[in-house]
């Protein structure tokens, strides 16, 4: 999210400081008209504000990957990789209870 804040920002900014050299550039011709000094000085506040936007929500962001809780098995409670629901040593006791349970024929040699 802050990374696309950003870029929106430099974008913002770019693309105002290139019709700005535009207006400028043609101050007498028509084309200078198309390009008024008000909206290039509300764009560039724009712009500034969607980087410092951009910059407060990445220190939030890197403060935020801090203070989250790791994952922890349901039984045990023992810190796990992210994604998973229980550590190592329960999910195979789920899946061999699991597997017990729906596997009851005989197997056929």
């Known amino acids: 999210m802050s990374s696309t804040l950003l870029r929106l920002g430099l974008w913002v900014i770019l ?13 007498g011709d028509p084309i200078s008209e198309f390009v008024p ?5 509300k764009a560039i ?7 410092v936007t951009g910059i ?3 220190m939030f962001e890197k403060t935020a990957a801090r ?9 045990c409670r023992t810190p ?12 195979r006791s789920v899946l061999a209870r699991e597997d017990d349970r729906t596997h009851m024929t005989r197997l056929r040699r």
């Open 80 to 91: 796990i990789q992210p994604g998973a629901i229980y550590c190592r040593a329960h999910l």
């Open 67 to 75: 203070v989250v809780v790791k994952n922890r098995c349901v039984t």
């Open 15 to 27: 693309i105002v400081v290139a019709l700005y050299v535009v207006h400028e550039t043609y101050e």
């Open 45 to 51: 506040a724009l712009g500034g504000i969607l980087v």
């Open 37 to 41: 000094m008000a909206m290039l000085q």
């Open 56 to 58: 407060v929500v990445r």
